[in-house]
């Protein structure tokens, strides 16, 4: 085995508790890097490189896009002034404000509508199709970006904390009619090591030829496996609504999750899409 087929055997073992199986045998350099991701809150105090983040974003950008239609942008927020005011109105935590930089992914559906009217032709696609098209596409550069930044060393840190206050955040950043954030994220050096998060196992979340459903017993026991599995690495150091809810004996992600959604987030998002310009049925 070459040191990339051990090293992402490794990390997989990590990642996956049915990893087992994973053939690693054309692993290289890029791959271990993939799968050694770890969203990153926690930063050096090393400046950003001049014209680093427009050259990520650029490869970002080189991503696909639906019908060549290149429906998102991105916002670089690295101005102290102006990255502190998109901090207050994102979130209190400390490791947003102190990112060296904050970047908005944007789904943009104005262009699309500019060219219509440009050329003279009618636009018969106004439904929620082209909302999702623009965020999809968004989503795609997040992601893209995320690869190519820890692939420079840096770390990063999605935020759909970022929509809470999405029209306040449009406003700020001067999105016009069409463009509405999908994610924020955070951008710096790292400042820590961030451990491997675990994921479900493959055996619920990767389908062979068509897609499996072993009936909720089985479902549910995977789920709790997974639970356990990943307490025995990485336990919870808190439970969520402990006062409302009260101290579980045993915390695993399903609770987490379970807990974290029992409060409404962000329902009025919907209201804001429409209220941007798009038709959503
Ligand atoms: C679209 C998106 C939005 C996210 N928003 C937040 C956020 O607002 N705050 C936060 O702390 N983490 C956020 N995250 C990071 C996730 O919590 C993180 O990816 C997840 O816990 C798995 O950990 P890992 O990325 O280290 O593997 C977000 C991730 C994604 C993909």
Redesign the pocket.
Known sequence: MTDPERELARLLAERFQDAGDLDTGFANEGHVRMAA???M?DWADRPLPEGMLRTLAAIALSSPTKSDMQSRDIVVVTDPQRKAGLAALT?P?AWIAAAPALLVFCGNHRRQRQISEWRGVPFANDHLDWFFNAAVDA?IV?GSFIVAAEAAGLGC??????RNRAEAVSTFLGLPERVFP???LAVGWPGAE?P??PRLPLKLTVHADRYRDDGETETRAAVEGYDRWRDARQPYRRQRRARDLGVAAFYGWSEDKARQYSVPERADFGAYVRARGFKLD
């Open positions: 991701h770890a969203s809150r979130a935590d989503s997040l840190c999605p935020i759909s904390q970022i999908v994610a924020g961030a491997v998060s």
